[in-house]
């Protein structure tokens, strides 16, 4: 029943900017959420992640100064803002709903319950 399913995703330059949502339903509670990507032949890598209330959050290095996490409970949606894209950001784009707590970084994988279909970004000179 509890769905996740993302949009934002598409063909941009580099330089350029996305913003990439992940809409909830069908949840009891408002869960973490984390962001992966999974580039052309190679394995899904975590991204970012947010907990329920947003007041703690976690970047990988690889987009550190250039993606933000961010959402708003009301809309039951999660941002992924992504500026001065690359193209080694070109990926399929997934976000994932989990319960556990954590701290000093995402949780991996195997902790997330739930992931939706993932949107395509393309960054392309």
């Known amino acids: 029943q509890p769905q996740l399913v993302e949009s934002g995703g598409g063909l941009v330059q580099p330089g350029e900017s996305l913003r990439l949502s992940c809409i909830a339903s069908?949840?009891?509670?408002?869960?973490?959420i984390g962001w992966f990507r999974q580039p052309p032949g190679k394995e899904r890598e975590g991204v970012s992640c947010?907990?329920?209330?947003?007041?703690?959050?976690f970047i990988t290095d690889s987009v550190k100064g250039r993606f933000t996490i961010s959402r708003d409970n009301a809309k039951n949606t999660v941002y992924l803002q992504m500026n001065s894209l690359k193209p080694e950001d070109t990926a399929v784009y997934y976000c994932?709903?989990?319960?556990?707590?954590?701290?000093?970084?995402?949780?991996?994988?195997?902790?997330?319950?739930?992931w939706g279909q993932g949107t395509q970004v393309t960054v392309s000179s």
């Open positions: 994932a709903a989990g319960t556990l707590y954590f701290d000093g970084g995402c949780p991996p994988r195997r902790d997330y319950d739930y």
């Open positions: 069908g949840f009891d509670y408002i869960y973490n």
């Open positions: 947010i907990n329920r209330s947003g007041s703690r959050s």
